[in-house]
């Protein structure tokens, strides 16, 4: 599980698009990798809807990462 913050999640995301690019991806560049939140979010769900179960939970994961980094920035204002 990756828990170690922001950079980490946001290098687990681009790991996960090289994984599943061929396979979920295909219809985006293929030097594409999400800048922000708002992108990241969408293209996992893009490996969810189109990989495999170990994808899915694995977007799943970080998902939730990326959701409870929103949301503690969010938190503390």
Do not use: H
């Not at 219809?27 to 990989?51: E, S, W």
């Amino acid at each position: 599980m990756i828990t170690d913050g922001t950079e980490q999640t946001e290098a687990a995301v681009n790991r996960l698009v090289d994984e599943y690019r061929s396979r979920c991806l295909w219809f985006l560049r293929p030097d594409y990798y999400p800048v922000d939140t708002a992108q990241r979010l969408r293209v996992l769900g893009q490996i969810q809807k189109y990989g495999d179960r170990t994808a899915f939970l694995k977007a799943a994961e970080l998902r939730q990462c990326l959701s409870r980094a929103s949301s503690a920035g969010s938190a503390s204002s």
